[in-house]
Structure formats: structure tokens, C-alpha cells
């Protein structure tokens, strides 16, 4: 039985998946490491050419044996939190490690990652190293000391987030949301913990496309780029009882710090149509009180972080 699956729920996949393939086979076979890792590649119903790019690497990688490529495709789009699901489901090792199929971990990532689980057990909601993983944890908190808001904003990112598949659960997954991974992270920190791996070598998280651009890609965002789905998720958590007002305000805070970050830089790129639907779709939260309150705090901290570089 592997250790760790690598799993990646993909849509349209093709441009890198055959990377993200070859990455783990090289470091295995670089680090003599066998039956260690299995990779999922979970495909939700693409319409390039993702299938036959999966098939020729499992076709490469059979006389070499170096780590197990399962491939799973959906007859039809069953919408990303069923991919998600699904993708976890088909894992068969003690961990999971989430990635996106565009985001590559550098050389001796997987090695790295072998050398601190083959002989030891962890319990906690696990974050290994990303190259923009000081954007989200500088963007935090009121403090940078809240770490719920950190496990959010990081967790949203999927890529290089590790969890005990035995301890997963999906009872706060909003149903068509894109942030179901939100649901399953933050329940499973709330009763776990959290440990945070920093490696030299990190998952490759950077894009290089516009803001604007990431409307209309393929994981069909929104004009509030999901913002919302984001916090009606944590929304959760608080109707539930199981975070507090508190927790609740820093998580809305950190939300809208981004999205006013976003909000300008749609504005710089004089993309003004998008951004002003984009600003009025964010405020479709249910406590306005706590929504503008949150949101004038954040608007104060931009004001201050950009005043103090002309200082």
C-alpha cells in the first residue's frame, strides 16, 4: 500500500499534466523511491486532450514501476466539488496531498516529502511550502497571529495541502461552490491542528495572466471570483458554532483586503466595467453589518500599507 496520494482533480488538464507526472516519477527515481507514492488524477469530463496525454504517461511508466498513475474521467462535467470528492474517494493511501494540475513542485519536492513521512505519522491538517505562501500568510490576520484565517486563505489554494484520508470529512461542502476544498481543510484544522512544512523546494503556484483574464477561465469564476462561495463557507463554521464572532470578522477582513487588492488592480489595468461588478458582487453577504465593518477595516489597512511606501 503507498504512503501518499498525490491527488489532482482536473478540468481540461492537458498543458500540464504530463509535467506534473513526470516531476514525481523523476524524484522517485532520483531518491530510490518505490511504492511510496501513487498519483490520482481524477478528470472531470475535459474537452482537450488530457485522456490521451495520461494514458501514453501510464503507458511509459509501466516497465518502470516507479509509482502507481490511476486515471479516473467523468462521462460528464459533474462540476468541480463532485470532481473534488470524487478525487479523494479514489485515493487508497494513508495521506493526500492536493494539487492543482497547473501547479508544478520543484525538483526534489516529492524527496523532500518522503524523507519526513516514511518513518512518521501526522495527525494535523499539513501545508507544505508554496512560492506565494508569504501573500497569504502576510494577509492573515489582524495580527498575523489568527491562524484560522490563514488556514482559509492558504487552504484556498488547494496545491500542497495534506490531510489523513481516513479523517476527512464533507458535511460543510457547499454544494456549488469553488472552494469545496474550504469545507473539508478548515473542519479538519477546527479538530486537528495544523503543521506547516517549509521546504526549500516549493509547488509552483505563481500565474502569469491578467486578473481580469481569470473570469472567464475554465473554472468559470464569476463576477465575484468566488468571493462569496469563500465566505459563505466559513459562514458555516459560525452558524454552526464551531468558530466565534471574532474568527468570523478576521476571516471576512482578510477576504476583503484581497478583494480590494483585486478590485485596483482591475481598476489599473483600466478594466472598470469588470471591476465595478466585481466590487458590487462581493457585498452579497447576508450580515452587513459585519460585511461593512470588515470591509472599512480593510479598506483602511490598504490605505495605510500604500501610504507607507511613499514615507
Known sequence: MT?????????NGERNIKKQIATLINDCKKGGIFNFYEIVICDNCSEDNTKKVVKECIKRNHKNKVVKIKYYSSKVNIGYPLNFIQSTKLAESRYILFLCD???????????TYSVFKDRKFDELCFFSTNNINNYKRNSSLNNSVELAYVMNRGSILSGVL????????KYIIKDGLYPQNGVFIDYYLEHGLKIFNF?????????????????????????????????TIDIFYKKKRINIINLFVCLYTIYYWSIDI??????????????????????????????????YALLKTFISKLKKYV
Open 163 to 170: 490531510v489523513r484520508k481516513s479523517k476527512i470529512k464533507y
Open 3 to 11: 504512503k501518499i496520494s498525490i491527488v489532482i482533480p482536473t478540468f
Open 102 to 112: 497547473d501547479n508544478i513542485p520543484e525538483k526534489n519536492f516529492y524527496i523532500d
Open 263 to 296: 478590485f485596483l488592480t482591475l481598476k489599473k489595468q483600466k478594466k472598470i466595467t469588470i471591476a465595478n461588478n466585481f466590487f458590487e458582487a462581493i457585498k452579497k453577504y447576508d450580515r452587513k453589518l459585519l460585511m461593512h465593518l470588515a470591509m472599512k
Open 200 to 232: 526549500k523546494s516549493k509547488i509552483n503556484c505563481k500565474t502569469y495572466e491578467k486578473i481580469s483574464d481569470k473570469f472567464n477561465d475554465r473554472m468559470n469564476r464569476k463576477e465575484d471570483l468566488a468571493v462569496i462561495d469563500k465566505i459563505n
